[in-house]
Nanobody, 115 residues
Framework: QVQLVESGGDLVQPGGSLRLACAASGSISNFYAMGWYRQAPGKQRELVAVIISGGGTHYDNDVKGRFTISRDNAKNTMYLQMDSLKPEDTAVYYC?????????WGQGTQVTVSS
């Protein structure tokens, strides 16, 4: 069973940048889609961005133009570059991979945007 481990969460000031990484214990080329989700306190988990095996991407409107999702199959790692961060981006960010009808999740990494 593939395990996903997120890293890169931190405390950052508004307007700052962070890059999250999601490292897989196995090949991510078997995932037909991978994505980042986030969950703020008291709110439901929501989709942030997704990238499919062909390279196509989709972003939530709230992050479009500020966040960039990418994947490096050779390193079995997916990334989320987050720029122009806002306080409302504060949340636990989760990595997700979809393979053979199964959803795989990481344990999350905390991103806090505050001055």
């Amino acid at each position: 069973q593939v395990q996903l481990v997120e890293s890169g969460g931190d405390l950052v000031q508004p307007g700052g940048s962070l890059r999250l990484a999601c490292a897989a214990s196995g090949s991510i080329s078997n995932f037909y889609a991978m994505g980042w989700y986030r969950q703020a306190p008291g709110k439901q988990r929501e989709l942030v961005a997704v990238i499919i095996s062909g390279g196509g991407t989709h972003y939530d409107n709230d992050v479009k133009g500020r966040f960039t999702i990418s994947r490096d199959n050779a390193k079995n790692t997916m990334y989320l570059q987050m720029d122009s961060l806002k306080p409302e981006d504060t949340a636990v960010y989760y990595c997700n991979g979809k393979q053979s009808g199964i959803d795989y999740w990481g344990q999350g990494t905390q991103v806090t945007v505050s001055s």
